[in-house]
Nanobody, 127 residues
């Protein structure tokens, strides 16, 4: 079983920055693909960014490319999402998720492909 705990959300003005963290329990964190998703009120959960187990491969939603950066520190069992140039439309609850399937290589954008989820952290961007 894997537990994921997000932190770092908050209220920020448009153009500002936040860094989200997701701390994971378990010894096999370094073998998981990790993803960040978000869900705004009345909308479906959407993919934001993902990172391979080694950190060498990343994938981003078009809406955040060039503004957000995903990274991980396997020694600390933590994945990060650096968010710059934030916009009001980035307002949402942000979730981290782990794809724990064995030997998976592709970073999925589909929420259903992820096995474990955190409780979420609210990000609010004011205009």
């Amino acid at each position: 079983q894997v537990q994921l705990v997000e932190s770092g959300g908050g209220l920020v003005q448009a153009g500002g920055s936040l860094r989200l963290s997701c701390a994971a329990s378990g010894r096999t964190f370094s073998s998981y693909i990790m993803g960040w998703f978000r869900q705004a009120p009345g909308k479906e959960r959407e993919f934001v960014a993902g990172i391979s187990w080694s950190g060498e491969s990343t994938r981003y939603a078009d809406s955040v490319k060039g503004r957000f950066t995903i990274s991980r520190d396997n020694a600390k069992n933590t994945v990060y999402l650096q968010m710059n140039s934030l916009k009001p439309e980035d307002t949402a609850v942000y979730y981290c998720a782990a794809d724990a399937k064995f030997a998976i290589l592709a970073i999925s954008v589909t929420p259903g492909e992820y096995d474990y989820w955190g409780q979420g952290t609210q990000v609010t961007v004011s205009s």
